[in-house]
């Protein structure tokens, strides 16, 4: 198949795009978004002291995609392969070092420019690359194409849009996924958009994030958050993104007219935006003096209304005291956040309407009666039923066990590749 337009255009942007990349990684250092001190990953140079003759790259965007790659990487690393894993994020970053062994190879990945990715692979033996979700770069996928690198697309997830955005592009997008040996959708509605394209190399095994281990909890820290609320009564917001806190101030401000001892938990999907939500909360009402980061570890008092959990990997205690959980990014066009994580502590699901990245598992957990759509009346009515939450939240964790076992099956796939 000869190259589409696209994809030229593409390669003469991005050729040209090198020219500013010093612009755009220092812009984004100054948000928060790149880390200063590793700074030349984003640019192709490797900075691993000791490297493998045969990696098995991964290549997982952020926080939901490094998190539902843990019980592969464990598979393979049981069999002694070696791991590299790059991401996005600098929250996916910093999650790596918590959740994965020193074993485990991590790199930024490096902007989808030709000289960059050129630099990337020319230090590195990789003998296979997997990509997970929605990630698809080009320049990067070319350039295994070019060296023989054999490609996976794992857990590949669209949502209406990307259709639509595809659509435009479909000589550009069929020609990309000609590069991979083979892709694993992570829904049906995926399944069968691929099967339109015509690809055939495709197979079905449901979602690698129902394989994810409940998430660690720390003793420690969670005697210490039982300690620092004072059994005061909790609203927990998970994973909430710019808009969606307004929502939370909201319906916190309308109970606690009703319930003392209330207790307001935020923990944003970006912690880097700690301040931002303690100044709002400031104009919705809070005192300074009551609102605590967990990141500085401020003392919490019986007067402490507000806590704003801003470090990354520690909602394991949250859902530990939690009776319900509000999860963010379905109250705005986000696309929601994974439903499963939660239900796995035995409470239920507060969510938005746009849960399109995850719309088969939050319609399976609405379905069980595990999940409802969020309103402040709803909420307030069963936030008071502690017997309903409790049954709802067994719901839940009976919805979630019934799924599991891609990750097995994308284990033998890899296997047989090797």
Known sequence: M?????????????????????????????????????????????????????YILF??????ELLSIQPLVKKLLNENYDILVTTTTVSSAKLFKKIFPDSVEHQYIPYDVPKYTKRFFNNLNIQLAIF???????????????????????????????????????????YLLDSFKF??????????????????????????????????????????????????????????????????????????????DLILIIAPRHPERAQSIS??????GFLNKNIKFLSKNEEVSGETEFIIYDKIGELG????????????????????????????????????????NFEDDYKNLLKAEGAVNFTEENFIKLFKDKKSLIDMGKKAERCVNQFGGASEDIFNIIKDIK
């Not at 100044?279 to 919705?284: C, G, I, R, S, W």
């Not at 986000?334 to 399109?356: M, R």
Request: with cysteine.
């Open 183 to 260: 892709i694993i959708p992570q829904n049906k509605k995926t399944y069968n958009f691929f099967k339109k394209l015509g690809y055939e190399n495709i197979q079905f095994f449901g979602n690698i994030k129902h394989d994810a281990d409940i998430l660690r909890v720390n003793n420690n820290k969670l005697e210490n958050l039982k300690k620092s609320i004072f059994d005061k009564n909790i609203i927990l917001a998970v994973s909430t993104h710019d808009g969606e806190e307004e929502i939370i101030f909201s319906l916190f401000n309308r109970l606690k007219l009703e319930i003392t």
């Open 317 to 356: 205690e949250l859902y530990t005291i939690a009776d319900s959980v509000i999860l963010g990014g379905a109250f705005k066009n986000y696309g929601g956040h994974n439903p499963f994580e939660p239900a796995k502590f035995s409470i239920p699901v507060f969510t938005g309407p746009n849960f399109y």
């Open 132 to 174: 997970v979700e929605s990630e698809i770069w080009p320049n990067f996928i070319l350039e295994c194409k070019n060296r023989n690198i054999p490609l996976l697309l794992i857990n590949a997830r669209f949502s209406d849009k990307s259709f639509q955005y595809w659509g435009y592009a479909k000589k550009s997008l069929i």
């Open 59 to 64: 290549h997982a965007a952020s926080v939901g």
């Open 279 to 284: 100044n709002m909360a400031l104009k919705k």
């Open 2 to 54: 000869s190259k589409p337009f696209l994809i030229i255009i593409y390669k003469a942007f991005t050729h040209c795009l090198n020219l500013f990349t010093w612009i755009i990684f220092i812009t984004r250092a100054m948000k928060k978004k790149e880390e200063w001190i590793r700074k030349k990953e984003r640019f192709g140079i490797v900075d691993i002291n000791k490297k493998s003759n045969n």
